[in-house]
């Protein structure tokens, strides 16, 4: 099973520490936590309560109980929303728990989904499972018979993984095709990726 911890540090040096950019669509944002997204976090309280400390914004940064209520939200809007317990592969794991925070979890389980019945040979090796953006039980079988079909795992893994890391890419082309000034934020949101296509 994937491990959340690894996964979880991933994102948080991706996403960074406190963020308020008037042009960033998901506004007040820490550790990737977007207050816009996610407006009853209890760490928004903290940061109000912290706001007139001088140290401010690093003091919200480098607070490790700050860090311990993202890595709760985190475990339980994200990673559990995309089955990270349940995929097997670390890095397939990572990849859908990004999208889902980047995204939104639907967003990255029918990424897989959509991959899932790509390479099915158009339901000829299984059955195709629905694209909802919902993991349960056709897409976990839908995974299962894909690999249990495969000679070489490791490379079916790796084709379902740039698959799926593909679709993501070509998402932030759609985001900035309709919301041109995001392209400032085209750099940051492909370096995400980058580490995922090896």
């Known amino acids: 099973m994937a ?16 963020s308020n950019q008037a042009s960033d669509l998901g ?28 140290m401010f914004p690093g003091v919200v940064q480098n607070d490790p109980r700050l860090r311990n209520m993202a890595a709760d939200l985190y475990r339980k809007q994200y990673w559990s929303k995309v089955d990270g317990d349940w995929v097997s592969d670390q890095r397939l794991a990572e990849i859908l728990f990004s999208i889902g925070v980047n995204m939104s979890p639907k967003v990255a389980i029918r990424f897989l989904q959509d991959g899932l019945n790509f390479f099915s040979h158009g339901g ?36 379902l993984a740039w698959y799926v890391t593909g679709r993501w890419v070509s998402r932030y082309g759609e985001i900035v095709r309709i919301h041109p000034g995001q392209s400032k934020n085209a750099k940051g949101w492909l370096d995400r990726t980058r580490c995922f296509w090896t």
Do not use: H
């Not at 491990?3 to 406190?18: I, R």
């Open 27 to 54: 506004g007040e944002t820490l550790f990737g936590i977007s207050r816009k997204a996610n407006p009853d976090w209890a760490g928004w309280r903290t940061v109000d309560y912290m706001r007139n400390d001088p």
């Open 124 to 159: 000829m090796s299984y059955v195709l499972t629905v694209v909802d953006g919902l993991c349960g039980p056709l897409t976990r079988q839908a995974s299962n018979n894909y690999l249990g079909d495969a000679v070489n795992k490791q490379d079916a893994l790796d084709r």
């Open 3 to 18: 491990d959340f911890e690894l996964a979880l540090q991933k994102v948080l040096d991706d996403e960074g520490g406190y």
